[in-house]
């Protein structure tokens, strides 16, 4: 049995089922909206909590906070479960699948068998949509990837019930209701005004405080834990940033892309200047990944080019800063 | 960033035959999307993590030869867990899981525990028993 389902491919995997799902049910919505009213754009830095031996950043909320966040503000319903054993979770697929329901799923990566094995880790918070089951496999729109993907009832079961930190459960997500008439610009307005509370927040160690906490504490890597830990910690935090979620420039440039969007849309050319500074900063967050990965090829001088990294970093803060507090006065 | 700007160097997922996609410039200064192969700085960070991780494994499968850990360790890294992981995987206290790595305690474990870590591992009970770091 096969669901009609359109897989697009998109940057980052929240974003891409919920826009892939809603596409599904009517509702023409791009990525970088649900980006955008989903409050999409976050930071939030976890020294207590190691992740791959290294402390932990992230550039996203958590799992799940996108899609009930644009829900919410567009008044959208989203059926939502977890379960305790694989049979109930697989029961519950396999009915929707029967009922034409395609169907978001959280997964880990570790176990997935078409992600390349350097993407490999335990992460749990990564997202695809299941839209059919053929001979006992299931079609796999996994928004990352270009094309879709067949795994088999016991490979879909391992990375649906993954285990440690932030153990997807079996949850499945499904829009079960969508209103007739939307409230674009109201949605876009709550969306802009979560994004600047979260990335002004009054808490060191979220939005642009959060940066500049990471860009105080790199500069005293290479003292307090020796050069080797200090690289491997800066790679770890590249690899968040440019990779697992796209969530230095790439999610800039999302997020410039949906006030473009939203700008036109509701009619307010701040946005759209806003837009492109928003993709300058994009370009700053790039620099500083190609300046953090010279570090792995030429040793000299550890200290100075984490000190400049550092410098570079508060800088990015500063702009964030500006430009957040801009964008709250825009709308 | 420009569309003509999007990376194209040589990247992990690209060999598995997908690319990422962008949002990025058109020519008149509006958003589209292109799909890239990869992008240098990032393959460097990557290379240089497993690089890290595989010095672990190379640690881990020395210390198992040596008596020092026992072959829990070997597995634990080689499937790029910690100890956390591994407590959640086979459902047994993290503070035991440490103890089992000592190679003393790991002799006298159960077959029962012995099978919770090789399922976790998805190993056999007599490859996890008989890894000696070799």
């Given amino acids: ?331 | 960033m420009k569309k003509s700007e999007v990376p194209q160097d040589k990247g992990s997922v690209s060999e598995k035959g997908s690319r990422e996609l962008y949002y990025a410039l058109d020519e008149n200064g509006e958003y589209t999307t292109a799909l890239s192969t990869g992008w240098e700085p990032k393959q460097i960070v990557q290379d240089h993590t497993l690089n890290e991780l595989q010095e672990r494994i190379d640690q881990a499968k020395s210390d198992v030869k040596n008596n020092l850990v026992s072959p829990i360790v070997y597995f634990m890294e080689l499937k790029r867990m910690d100890w956390q992981i591994v407590a959640d995987y086979t459902g047994i206290w993290k503070w035991r899981v440490k103890r089992h790595a000592k190679p003393a305690v790991f002799q006298k474990l159960s077959d029962k525990n012995l099978n919770k870590y090789a399922e976790a591992f998805e190993i056999s009970v007599e490859e996890l028993k008989n890894y000696k770091g070799d």
């Avoid at chain 1, 550039?59 to 899609?67: C, D, K, L, S, T």
């Avoid at chain 1, 997935?112 to 350097?118: I, K, R, T, V």
């Avoid at chain 1, 016991?154 to 008439?181: D, M, N, S, T």
């Fill in chain 1, 1 to 331: 049995m096969q669901v009609d389902f359109q897989h697009h491919i998109t940057a980052h995997c929240e974003n891409g089922v919920a826009s892939n799902l809603l596409k599904n049910k009517g509702l023409d919505i791009s990525e970088p909206m649900v980006f955008g009213i989903g409050a999409g754009l976050f930071y939030v830095y976890l020294p207590f909590i190691k992740v791959n031996h290294a402390p932990g950043i992230s550039y996203r909320p958590m799992p799940g906070w996108i899609f009930n966040g644009l829900a919410k503000r567009l008044g959208i319903k989203i059926k939502r479960q977890k379960f305790s054993t694989p049979e109930k979770a697989q029961a519950v697929l396999d009915d929707n699948l029967k009922n034409n329901i395609p169907s978001g799923l959280q997964v880990g990566v570790y176990h997935l068998p078409y992600f390349p094995e350097d993407y490999r880790f335990h992460f749990n918070a990564h997202n695809l949509v299941v839209y059919g089951k053929e001979n006992n496999h299931y079609l796999i729109s996994d928004p990352t990837m270009e094309t879709i993907h067949k795994m088999t009832e016991a490979e879909l079961e391992k990375v649906r019930f993954a285990k440690g930190f932030l153990a997807p459960k079996g949850h499945i997500y499904y829009p079960i209701h969508i209103p007739e008439k939307i409230d674009w610009e109201g949605a876009i307005r709550k969306g802009i005004q979560k994004t600047c509370s979260n990335m002004l927040a009054p808490v060191p160690i979220i939005g642009v405080r959060g940066i500049r906490m990471v860009a105080r504490a790199i500069a005293k890597w290479p003292i307090k834990y020796g050069v080797k830990k200090a690289n491997y910690y800066l790679a770890q935090m590249v690899r968040m940033q440019e990779e697992i979620g796209t969530g230095g420039g790439g999610f800039r440039y999302i997020y410039s892309a949906f006030l473009q969007e939203a700008g036109k849309k509701i009619n307010n050319p701040t946005l759209l200047t806003l837009s492109a500074e928003m993709t300058a900063i994009g370009d700053l967050w790039r620099d500083f990944a190609v300046k953090a990965s010279r570090v792995y090829k030429q040793r000299s001088n550890e200290e100075d080019v984490y000190n400049s990294l550092s410098a570079d970093l508060l800088h990015l803060a500063d702009l964030e800063e500006e430009f957040f507090k801009k964008l709250k006065k825009a709308i």
